[in-house]
């Protein structure tokens, strides 16, 4: 067993478990921060990737920003904690689950038995390359102008959005 | 790569609208009348994106890289978009001030929006599929929530919210599986070499979680349940916009996607689950419906099985369902459009007046607004010579072509089913005796939104084989 | 980067993705549930990154860059709507905000 491998278990187990106990928590708060590990563990896994660029702003942005502004929403609400989850009448969540496993098992037959679609022997330096600063950015500012351009517009109604909803007062 | 200006001056319609996106926040921004001003300067671009998009309707083009194309197809769209964009513009000016949110925020939004389905309508690549589709369900999303202190509206805003953001979900890892096979985004890519890619399991397991993803954008059976309640609780101008608009923006991609089983009029193994989902929402929307009284969600039941009349086309899948779809969603719009117009004029103050039994006798009080609701309510329930009868006889026309006669069997029973509630209306408006007295002001822009409804509803019914040439010349360029 | 198979990436995702759709139709917290859609979107993020490092072509990575913008925006204008329900209604729980019909 080689350190890479060991790497990349370790943060598979962390992102797998992390993710289940975030939908299993009754208090919101928990659940949250299950996430963020879930998506330090992503960053790592990236890492393993060679997707540098990446796995920063997995961290900055996802980590950092968008899931402490959920915790912002949590406190400021205090929501209190949600009944057991599977608490009560609901048969439709116990099919929720069996579907969703139905789903999974599916996909991973499909994955391990398709796999022969998949390159097998990966260019290293090719891999190395694609994941730096350097390259994405070359990327997005030439061929992705358009989809970046409307990335931009998509802020702008999502800013004016926020704004119209949570305001404090409107005029 | 190098952009040549030729590139720029080919997506003008882009470029004009963006521009006046800006220019609207500015003027928002700085003026203190920009609210009177923003409905006009949003009609003038809109006008000017038709004109633009007309200019180049015979020229298809790629550009950047294959991220957009302009001209044909996409063309058509966004003069669709921009006509209906026009005519919802006219609608609300008068009720917004009625509905509690009388500011400039709006336009803007709706002009975001409209950009986004231009993108949707225009992508040759999934990246721009994609962002056009947030492009276009983000100002939704807010649209349907705008009055804050409406808790109809706040869980309208939230229900759509959370279900778009799971559509997206769908959308994104099957994006994602499809790109592992193809190493690629591009849809032209995608198009060339579809029935070889479409050999892969897992390409076809992408494809079907993006359609998954778009059936919620189009309504369509299995994920519907937003509609009602999303229909009912947001305002009746944004109702129409995201049931007219949405819904074409939505089956512009779906176009896109299926560009090469329609070229081919091959059908494809998605044949099946196209007609599975054109049944269950078309009897599923028009027997719901048979039981709703209040009139926003008899349309929202009712928009549901229009989706699935136009998923028999996707399931005929061939060229002449590519140019029935078209007709029928350039109809669909107008009908709905004009018909939530009227819904709108009538509306009160905190959604009243929007039940049956406020039409009872409407023909006799308002003779006008009855006469076209009348109009609109045949057109809907596909009476001939009207412009839904045509939508549905092409698309029934293109399934018998594909050997699926069952299906649109089917879609004749649906349809006269439907014809119980449509005509209901009616009746409620000429052979009723009016009720409690209803309050409603005349406002003259949206009487001009409804007529110029009507004259398209009409033109399209009159002289259907005309437009409908027109788009089949148009798709074989 | 040989030693370790692409398929086992796919299936983590593949498991994080069903978790985050069990986590959507479980739970009745708006911001939870909201949470769940979030997984949804990193576990198909792992499988773009997973194609675009083997295949060695950025377009994965550039895709991930986007889809990371538009959860941003949808963060922003989702979070929103959750504060102007909770201010009408104080509470978030989807089985209480219902005077429609789910």
Redesign the interface.
Known sequence: MNFELLLFIVFALVAAVSSLMMITRKNAVISAVFLVLNFFALAGLYLLLNAQFIAVVQIIVYAGAIMVLFLFVLMLLNTGKEEAILHGKKPIKYFAIFIAAVVFLQVAYLLVFGSGSFTSNPDIEASLSSGTVETIGREIYTKYIIPFEAAGFLLLAATIGALILAKKKFE | ?P?TTNEYLL?LPFLVL?AG?IVS?CVELFFRKGKELLPYLSIALFLIVAYLSVGQIYEKNVL??G??ITGGIPAIFNLLFAAAGVLVMLNSIGFLKKYGFY?G?FY??TQ??V??MM?MAGSG????V???L??MS??F??LV??N??K??A??????Y??LG??A???I??G???I???M???SLIDLTENFYIYSE???FI?GFILILIGFSFKIAAFPFH?WV??VY??AATNVTGLMSTMGKSAAFSVIFILLTAVFMNDAGSKLGNYFAVIATLSMLYGSIVALSQNNLKRMLAYSSISHAGYMAIGLAAGNKAALAGIMFYLAAYTFMNLGAFGIISIIEGEEDKQTDLNSYAGLAKRFPFLAGMMALIMFALAGIPPMAGFFGKYYVFISAIQSNMTWLALVGILSSVISVYFYLRVVVYMYFKEPGEEISVKSDYSAYAAVIFAGILILSLGLFPDTFLSVIEYIISV | MNSIPIEYYLILSAFMFSIGVTGVLIRRNAIVVFMSIELMLNSANLTLVAFSSYLGNPIGQVFVFFVMTVAAAEAAVGLAIIIAIFRNKLTVNIDEINIFKW
């Open positions: 790569m952009q997506i963006s996106i926040l950047f890289g991220m957009l500011h925020e803007l939004l975001l929006s950009l986004g993108l690549d999934l990246v721009t994609f962002l056009g947030e492009l983000i100002p999303y807010v929530g705008m804050r202190k808790v109809s706040n869980e309208a805003a939230m229900k919210f959370l953001a799971f997206t979900g769908f994104v890892y994006i994602a599986l790109y592992g096979i190493g690629n985004t892969n399991i897992i397991t349940m009602p309640d009912q609780g």
